[in-house]
């Protein structure tokens, strides 16, 4: 049983950092897909950055590209996700998910919800 837990939202200025974490535990498949989404109040959950945990390709919505770094760290059967995130703007205020999976490899996969078959409980993230 796959289980992803987050840590690391909180409140913010703008213009400062947030380093978000999701660590994953025993995950099926031997190489897959870490997604960070987030979803805003009444808005519909948007893909935020991706990583691959076997060559460590990455993908970020435009918006976030140049302010944040999303990485990962493999260790035995643990993998953990980052989402560091510079520069923050009132903008980024959402709940951020992390989601595991193994998106189709159609152009922008990555960033469709339907794409990702686990996901954690979520964390805040508040710019002001």
């Known amino acids: 049983h796959v289980q992803l837990v987050e840590s690391g939202g909180g409140s913010v200025q703008a213009g400062g950092s947030l380093r978000l974490s999701c660590a994953a535990s025993r995950y099926t498949y031997a190489g897959y897909c870490m997604a960070w989404f987030r979803q805003a109040p009444g808005k519909g959950r948007e893909g935020v950055a991706s990583?691959?945990?076997?060559?460590?390709?990455?993908?970020?919505v435009p918006s976030v590209k140049d302010r944040f770094t999303v990485s990962r760290d493999n260790a035995g059967n643990t993998h953990t996700l980052y989402l560091q995130m510079n520069s923050l703007m009132v903008e980024d205020t959402a709940m951020y998910y992390c989601a595991a999976g193994n998106p189709s490899l159609y152009p922008d996969s990555w960033k469709v919800p339907r794409e990702y078959d686990v996901w954690g409980q979520g964390t805040q993230v508040t710019v002001s």
């Open positions: 990583i691959w945990t076997t060559d460590g390709r990455t993908n970020y």
